[in-house]
């Protein structure tokens, strides 16, 4: 079982950039897969950007592809989520999720981070 905490959510105009950051503790050991989900008033959740740990490429929706980049910093149990070009349709609350199984076995991931809002008006 792993631990999840975000931050570095906060509010930004359109065109704007901000970092979120999903610290990993507990049973680090192995590979997972990362996601990146988000949620937005009324609406379901949604997958953001994805990546198995030993390296395969990061998957990402095609709305954000161009404009979020997913990493890891293996030194600080830490991965993050870059996003530029921030448009209003990007309000949303925002979870980092952690599961042991290859990405494409998950249905539902089993860990999850409490979420942190980002506004972008």
């Known amino acids: 079982q792993v631990q999840l905490v975000e931050s570095g959510g906060g509010s930004v105009q359109t065109g704007g950039s901000l970092r979120l950051s999903c610290k990993v503790s507990?049973?680090?050991?192995?590979?997972?897969?990362l996601g990146w989900f988000r949620q937005a008033p009324g609406a379901a959740r949604e997958l953001v950007a994805r990546?198995?740990?030993?390296?395969?490429?990061?998957y990402y929706a095609n709305s954000m592809k161009d404009r979020f980049t997913m990493s890891q910093d293996y030194a600080t149990n830490t991965f993050r989520l870059q996003m530029d070009n921030l448009e209003p349709e990007g309000t949303a609350t925002y979870y980092c999720?952690?599961?042991?199984?290859?990405?494409?076995?998950?249905?539902?991931?089993?860990?999850w981070g409490q979420g942190t809002q980002v506004t972008v008006s």
């Open positions: 999720a952690a599961d042991s199984r290859r990405c494409g076995l998950i249905d539902v991931f089993t860990n």
């Open positions: 507990g049973h680090t050991y192995g590979t997972y897969c």
């Open positions: 990546i198995w740990t030993s390296g395969d490429s990061t």
